[in-house]
Nanobody, 122 residues
């Protein structure tokens, strides 16, 4: 069982930056692929990016590539989402999730956080 708690969301102006954190419980954090998803108002849940258990491999959605960076600190059981050059269309609730699959498909993620709101003002 893994419990995930996101933090770091807030209100930021266009072009600004935020760093989200996701703290995980459990002693096998490094065994899990960690991903970030987001859900904007009136839209389907969207894959943002993922990172392998070791942190050596990452993959991003085209919509955030070059602006967002995922990293993890396995000693702290924490994964991060650094978001730069934010745009109003990045406004969403951001969720972290854990899986044993290196996947972009949300159904393959077994554990989810409660989400943190990110709002980008124009």
């Amino acid at each position: 069982q893994v419990q995930l708690v996101e933090s770091g969301g807030g209100l930021v102006q266009t072009g600004g930056s935020l760093r989200l954190s996701c703290a995980a419980s459990g002693r096998t954090f490094s065994a899990y692929v960690m991903a970030w998803f987001r859900r904007a108002p009136g839209k389907e849940r969207e894959f943002v990016g993922r990172i392998s258990g070791s942190g050596g491999s990452t993959y991003y959605a085209d919509s955030v590539k070059g602006r967002f960076t995922i990293s993890r600190d396995n000693a702290k059981n924490t994964v991060y989402l650094q978001m730069n050059s934010l745009k109003p269309e990045d406004t969403a609730i951001y969720y972290c999730a854990a899986s044993t699959f290196y996947s972009s498909w949300p159904r393959q993620y077994d554990y989810w956080g409660q989400g943190t709101q990110v709002t980008v003002s124009s």
